[in-house]
């Protein structure tokens, strides 16, 4: 079981983290939404709770609730930038469809 960050990521994660003044790294979950039934949740991680899963790449903490795991494992976070549009960007292996606007995915 793994979630990795591309090094974009990493770096946005650092830098707002950073900006932010607390925090231990990011917490990556799912919620139940959408036209396809799941929507990534991301948010800074203050801390640890009992249960979650913690991975590390490129110096930052990724914290998961095992819940969410079992629908996101194997997924690599990206930052991507598109003209004055940027936003974080899943690349999750278990995902059999998306909805078009891409704001929900299904397993």
């Not at 939404?33 to 490129?58: L, P």
């Amino acid at each position: 079981m793994a979630i990795s960050l591309t090094q974009p990521a990493a770096d946005r994660v650092r830098s707002h983290l950073k900006a932010r003044g607390k925090g231990i790294g990011l917490r990556l979950g799912i919620k139940k939404t959408g036209c396809n039934g799941f929507a990534y949740v991301v948010n800074y991680a203050d801390s640890v709770e009992e249960g979650d899963i913690v991975f590390e790449d490129h110096g930052i903490k990724v914290v998961v609730d095992p819940a969410s795991l079992k629908l996101i494992d194997g997924t690599q976070v990206d930052f991507v930038k598109e003209g004055l549009n940027e936003a974080f960007s899943f690349r999750n292996p278990n995902v059999t469809g998306e909805c078009g606007c891409g704001e929900s995915f299904s397993v």
